[in-house]
């Protein structure tokens, strides 16, 4: 029996249902591997008095310490952090405060490998933790915690001093592993560990029904992330004067939601272009089948979960060529990729209204996508860890 303690920053709670939700799905896909026990280590990160009263935080301090969640036992110990200016700090506090807990976990659980999540400030922190409890450990990349964090100099210090110090480690793209060794992160060392997607939720049904459950009439897009500048939704509104007979519907929160919603108003594009806020994961099946094209024109990415999620759905992706995409969308069939400029997604949306390709053929690019697989790959790459 392979015992793993997976340590992630991000991981869902009450207060965050859609936090890394990525991470817990693949998480609870380990769990589930009949040679595997799982236990999970989500720290939160909590400033002192009176930041700690910030709406931002003040939520998150009610939160159990310890819960089951979707069947996995999950720990959610407390670290200071400094706002603003603490990030080159976190890795060193998360694993000062997160020890004493970790040692008590394994006097009754004895893991024999632990499994980092997410690159920064995960894997510093394992790596230090690992060595005060000489136990192997691993750190997988997912494509923001190496495209934002590397790009702070006291940061991509310990990045890369982690990630030459695991014992294994994993990137979700071939070109994120290929990102990696840029900075001086053995690339003969990482292993692509693509993403899983639930092929059953996510598939092809009748879209112009499941349009007209969404009262759409002609063309509908959809785009669903996180709302910052890097993952382009302002492109996509941009496009939108060029294609006047389609809908734009948007997914997600985050801190550019007003500068899309003036955009938006000042394009004059109201009655077309809908932003429904954040929605919980089994809600975005029928959006997703809806759609007769996905547009996210990002600036970076690992491999995007919604581009999967996408295909799984017969819905052909617009993105820029930028990150996994071209280990995604490899087929006419599956999308087009694009310069994040409105001009070429529009014109990318237009050709593939012109000639809709076969949902089967779209879904098809999706199939190797699947959790099955994603767990056994993962059970493989920690197991090896723990054996060597």
């Known amino acids: 029996m392979l015992r793993v303690l997976t340590l992630s920053s991000l991981y869902p709670d009450a207060a965050r249902p859609n936090f890394g939700g990525f991470v817990e799905r693949q998480t609870r896909g380990l769990a589930g591997h009949p040679d595997v026990e799982v236990r999970v280590v989500a720290p939160i990160g909590l400033p002192a008095w009176p930041l700690c009263l910030h709406p931002r935080y003040r939520r998150l301090a009610p939160l159990p310490r310890r819960e089951a969640w979707n069947g996995v036992t999950v720990y959610r110990p407390r670290f200071p952090v ?75 210090n310990q990045i890369v001093a982690a990630g030459n110090a695991a014992d294994g480690l994993l990137a979700v793209s071939g070109a994120l592993r290929a990102d990696m060794a840029a900075l001086g992160i053995a690339e003969n060392r990482t292993r692509v560990h693509y993403t899983g997607v639930d092929l059953d939720s996510f598939r092809p049904v009748d879209r112009a029904t499941a349009k007209a459950r969404l009262g759409v009439t002609g063309p509908l897009l959809l785009s669903v992330g996180y709302l910052i500048e890097r993952k382009g939704q302002q492109i996509a509104v941009a496009a939108m004067p060029d294609l ?34 954040p929605l919980p994961h089994d809600a975005l099946p029928p959006l997703f089948a809806a759609a007769d094209a996905m547009v996210l024109p990002s600036a970076a990415e690992g491999l995007a979960n919604v581009w999967v999620e996408a295909l799984a759905s017969g819905t052909p992706v617009v993105t820029a060529d930028i ?54 790959s993962l059970y493989a790459h920690l197991r090896d860890i723990a054996r060597s």
């Not at 006097?107 to 000489?134: H, K, M, N, S, T």
């Open 323 to 376: 990150g996994g995409a071209r280990e995604v969308i490899a087929l006419p069939a599956a999308g087009r990729l694009v310069p994040r400029e409105a001009g070429a997604v529009a014109a990318a949306v237009r050709d593939i209204l012109a000639d809709p390709p076969a949902q089967d053929a779209v879904r098809a690019a999706a199939e190797r996508f699947s959790w099955a697989a994603n767990r056994d």
């Open 244 to 277: 006047p007979d389609a809908t734009l519907i948007i997914v997600g929160d985050g801190p550019a939601r007003e500068r899309l919603a003036a955009q938006i108003a000042s394009l004059g594009l109201r009655d077309r272009v809908r932003m429904l806020g």
């Open 82 to 156: 400094v706002p603003v200016v603490g990030n080159r700090f976190s890795p060193a506090l998360m694993a000062r405060a997160i020890l004493p807990l970790l040692r008590e976990i394994r006097a009754e659980f004895p893991f024999d490998v632990i499994d980092a999540e997410f690159f920064y400030p995960d894997g510093p922190a394992a790596a230090r933790i690992a060595r005060a409890l000489a136990v192997p450990f691993s750190i997988k990349a997912r494509g923001s915690d190496i495209h934002h964090w590397a790009g702070i100099p006291a940061c991509r």
